[in-house]
T-cell receptor, first 111, second 116 residues
Framework: EDQVTQSPEALRLQEGESSSLNCSYT??????LFWYRQDPGKGPEFLFT???AGEEKEKERLKATLTKKESFLHITAPKPEDSATYLC????????????FGKGTKLSVKP | DAGITQSPRYKITETGRQVTLMCHQT?????MFWYRQDLGHGLRLIYY???????DKGEVPDGYVVSRSKTENFPLTLESATRSQTSVYFC???????????????FGPGTRLTVL
């Protein structure tokens, strides 16, 4: 069964305490892995797209990496404004409808 | 401003009533999508559209109807609302893709629907 699993479900960090979020997937024919940030009451905001194992993307304190089975979102020296739910989504197969979202990791960064 | 908008932002209705949620995008993206987001399930695809007059089912299409007469609009209709359709609904759009690399989707602000 095609699946996307994010861990941990929730993560509490102190400001400046670096950590990583995980997204593992079991699909055939990866067409793209996407990271989104979602703030309460808002729509998901696009962060990164990764297509191939070994690929990396960076934006400010965030860095996304991809292997054949999982992706990591590394957060370096987080700030309270990084608090949000981070969603991973995997597009696979030959149809635009083949998109699975993980349930997300809720990140809280305390000052 | 360019982007993707949804209306209404909040809606309360009763079981059995018909409800239409609107989605409008100004990017001229070919693809548009409707999702619902529920606690414990994450985002699930309801319907999507590759172009005007081309629509296809997603993971959870039962009880919903879509149409796309213009590229920029993609309304979602609940023909006879049920309590199980209480959810937050998101519309999204994306550029056309290659066959091996799909593009990211851009989401609207969402509509919170409550069915009593």
């Amino acid at each position: 069964e095609d699946q996307v699993t994010q861990s941990p479900e929730a993560l509490r960090l102190q400001e400046g305490e670096s950590s990583s979020l995980n997204c593992s997937y079991t699909v055939s024919g990866l067409r793209g892995l996407f990271w989104y940030r979602q703030d309460p009451g808002k729509g998901p905001e696009f962060l990164f797209t990764l297509y191939s194992a070994g690929e990396e993307k960076e934006k400010e304190r965030l860095k996304a990496t991809l292997t054949k089975k999982e992706s990591f979102l590394h957060i370096t020296a987080p700030k309270p404004e990084d608090s949000a739910t981070y969603l991973c989504a995997v597009h696979y197969g030959g149809s635009q409808g083949n998109l699975i979202f993980g349930k997300g990791t809720k990140l809280s960064v305390k000052p | 401003d360019a982007g993707i908008t949804q209306s209404p932002r909040y809606k309360i209705t009763e079981t059995g009533r018909q409800v239409t949620l609107m989605c409008h995008q100004t990017w001229s993206h070919s693809y548009m999508f409707w999702y619902r987001q529920d606690l414990g399930h994450g985002l699930r695809l309801i319907y999507y559209s590759a172009a005007a007059d081309i629509t296809d089912k997603g993971e959870v299409p039962d009880g919903y109807v879509v149409s796309r007469s213009k590229t920029e609009n993609f309304p979602l209709t609940l023909e006879s609302a049920t309590r199980s359709q209480t959810s937050v609904y998101f519309c999204a759009s994306s550029e056309p893709t290659t066959s091996v690399r799909y593009n990211e989707q851009f989401f609207g602000p969402g509509t919170r629907l409550t069915v009593l």
